[in-house]
Every structure is written in structure tokens, then in C-alpha cells.
């Protein structure tokens, strides 16, 4: 993980669980969140700003270094609405390049 340039700051992650308001994949509420990379750091993702999504501690080690859409679909969670929030909030938070 060390080689791997990781960008993001305390400022993002409080941003990100502002705008999500609970775990992203399952939307719980009123439960500590852990920083999850959507894209997993073992398939090449990075924490930051970009791949990160607050989950709650079960969605964070249900998902471990799985593919989220795969995953989502094995849980029953609402993989359309998850990837259309993490877009949306993304053009929120991640200026253009």
C-alpha cells in the first residue's frame, strides 16, 4: 500500500459522509462508518476522494475486495440507486480534471 498514492484528506471524508448521510450501500444511519474503496485497493483503487464511499462496518466486511456491482447484486441492494448517488455525488465533490 505504500507505493500506492493515496489523496485522501479528513476534510473529504467528512464531505463524503455528509453527502451520503449513512453507509452507502445500505443506507443505515446512527452507526460509526469506515472509509470502503469502491474499487478495491487489491484491484488497483486508491483512497480518495474519487473511490471512497462511508460504509457501515457489516456492508465494509461483507464487501471485502469484491466487485461492487457483483456484490451488490449478491446482497439484494439497490445497485442502480448506489451507482447513481456515488455519480451525483461525485460531480459534487471531485473537481474536473
Not at 451520503?20 to 443506507?27: D, K, N, P, R
Amino acid at each position: 500500500m505504500d507505493k500506492v498514492e493515496h489523496d485522501l484528506t479528513d476534510d473529504h471524508w467528512g464531505a463524503l459522509q455528509a453527502a451520503w448521510g449513512g453507509c452507502a450501500y445500505c443506507g443505515v444511519t446512527g452507526t460509526p462508518l469506515q472509509r470502503d474503496c469502491v474499487l478495491p485497493i487489491s484491484r488497483g483503487g486508491r483512497y480518495t476522494l474519487d473511490n471512497v464511499v462511508p460504509a457501515c462496518r457489516s456492508c465494509n466486511t461483507s464487501k471485502c475486495n469484491a466487485e461492487v456491482t457483483g456484490w451488490l447484486r449478491r446482497k439484494r441492494l439497490d445497485e442502480r440507486t448506489f451507482l447513481l448517488r456515488h455519480l451525483e455525488i461525485r460531480a459534487v465533490l471531485v473537481p474536473p480534471a
